[in-house]
């Protein structure tokens, strides 16, 4: 299953959307023609002055909803706020994320980046479902390469969005779509101009530790440009199961067989 997918006619529910490349996409998918957008962040005052520029451009077609996508009921009680403006959900993009190990923060951040991330993809998959009366949609998961790269001085991060990635690829799995009619798309990103990058020694497991890699590692993040090219390029062409990386400012790379052929190798290990 692959083709042209379009934004066009479509409703979006994009988590983290306040700000940064989930404010982006919202943008960029209204560009493209869809139907509605609904911004779900917990920085209410932030989130407001968004949507409100937003619809001064397509009016009526955002909305906003405080959601603290770290906590169960924020989850349910924002899923069924926008399924009840929009009637339909056809997209959700989960990219609510927290980048951060350190000792206030990673069980936060866990919250966040992976059980919240859970919660919104089951409710999406029950809603959007073809073989129970739903109408299929397309669900994206934001991994990283945090998921493929060991990053020392977060090892937290990336066990979370390892997590990610796997989660998404096990759920994808024949005859997944087949069934349900529904998309699981995956991307990571690598470092990215975006607020994320900042102050990344105050978010590393050791702070010692991470000024000492710091001081000899030179980060050299992508454009949010490129990564939101990235990202339509997958929305448009990604079949169902597929992982994708976008770095370096390159040409968004599918990467799925590359991916299969390791657990292939290891499936092998465990069942000979």
Not at 31 to 38: D, F, I, N
Not at 60 to 82: H, L, P, Q, T, Y
Not at 121 to 141: L, S
Not at 195 to 200: I, V
Request: proline share 3%; hydrophobic share 40%.
């Amino acid at each position: 299953m692959s083709g042209h997918w379009e934004a066009k006619e479509k409703t979006f529910l994009i988590t983290g959307g306040a700000s940064g490349l989930g404010a982006q996409y919202a943008e960029t998918f209204l560009k493209l023609g869809a139907k509605k957008v609904a911004v779900l962040d917990i920085a209410e005052a932030v989130g407001e002055k968004f949507v409100s520029s937003l619809n001064e451009t397509y009016p009526g077609k955002a909305i906003f909803v405080k959601c603290d996508v770290g906590n169960e009921d924020n989850v349910s009680g924002a899923f069924e706020k926008v399924l009840s403006d929009f009637q339909r959900i056809d997209v959700i993009i989960n990219n609510a994320g927290i980048m951060s190990d350190a000792p206030q923060l990673w069980r936060k951040a866990c919250d966040v980046n992976w059980q919240g991330l859970v919660s919104f993809t089951t409710k999406g998959v029950e809603h959007m479902r073809t073989d129970k009366g739903g109408a299929g949609g397309t669900i994206i998961n934001i991994a990283s390469t945090a998921a493929l790269y060991k990053f020392k001085t977060m090892p937290i991060y990336c066990g979370s969005k390892m997590a990610v990635l796997h989660f998404s690829q096990t759920l994808a799995e024949p005859p997944f779509f087949d069934r349900t009619g529904v998309r699981v798309l995956t991307i990571c990103f690598g470092p990215t101009a975006t607020p994320l990058m900042e102050n990344l020694n105050d978010r590393a497991i050791d702070m010692d530790l991470a000024k000492d890699f710091y001081a000899r590692t030179s980060v050299n993040p992508q454009t949010v440009e490129s990564a939101v090219n990235a990202f339509v390029t997958m929305f448009e062409e990604g079949a169902c199961g597929s992982i994708w990386l976008s770095v370096n400012n390159k040409p968004v790379l599918d990467i799925t067989d590359r991916i299969q052929n390791v657990f292939k190798d290891f499936a092998k290990l465990i069942t000979n």
